[in-house]
């Protein structure tokens, strides 16, 4: 792991707190109001293939600092091949499908995943996540240890300054296309996080959310 000195200032202490708080007061209520529908799915995926519930992959926190992410798993798969990349932090063929973009009619997608994907509702594990700390609800989104390689080691420690999201501002601007505008609004994020940015980056999600559900 690089030794290299942020190129972006720390965040105050300030912001940190009030963006956790933020968490807490949003996520705790939202996973409670979720339960019932999360325990639906829980069993569905299982009743389904007699398979693993969650999705679990390591993925790179706050201070670079390891951590593992949840998530309804949506896709037939070998689960000893996914636990064994697991612990290396390289994702198996499925683990990179899982968290990528797929057809509606991929043949690795589950029926129960086809219901999950269109309205995230395969993301909802993720408040535990943000619950324990491991994430916010917004911030950049949390990339594999393996792809330390994709930045320059600058990045690579400005991108880890805060706690990833769930969601952002490359997530929620439609003109975000490339890998570089990704990095572009994920350092934009950083720089300038705020209560105020937080919250317009949460409605403007919801939005998104509705709105494509609704086509």
Not at 6 to 17: E, L, M, N, Q, Y
Not at 140 to 158: G, I, K, M, N, S
């Amino acid at each position: 792991m690089s030794q290299s000195h942020s190129s972006i200032r720390k965040p105050k202490t300030a912001t940190v707190v009030a963006l956790r708080l933020c968490d807490l007061c949003i996520a705790v209520p939202m996973a409670l109001l979720f339960a019932i529908p999360m325990l639906i799915a829980a069993l569905a995926i299982w009743l389904e293939d007699r398979d693993s519930v969650l999705f679990k992959q390591i993925r790179v926190g706050q201070g670079t600092r390891h951590f593992k992410i949840f998530k309804f798993r949506t896709m037939y798969t070998d689960k000893s091949r996914m636990m064994g990349d697991e612990h290396k932090g390289a994702p198996s063929e499925e683990a990179r499908a899982q968290f990528q973009t797929t057809s509606a009619n991929d043949s690795r997608i589950t029926k129960v995943g086809k219901v999950l994907r269109p309205t995230h509702m395969d993301e909802l594990p993720q408040l535990l996540n943000v619950v324990l700390g491991h994430m916010s609800l917004v911030g950049v989104r949390p990339d594999v240890p393996v792809q330390e390689a994709d930045y320059t080691p600058e990045v690579w420690q400005d991108r880890h300054l805060l706690r990833p999201g769930i969601t952002g501002f490359a997530q929620v601007d439609s003109t975000v296309e490339t890998t570089e505008q990704r990095t572009a609004q994920d350092l934009r994020w950083v720089r300038n996080a705020s209560v105020a940015a937080y919250v317009q980056t949460l409605l403007k999600t919801v939005t998104k959310v509705l709105k494509r559900n609704s086509l």
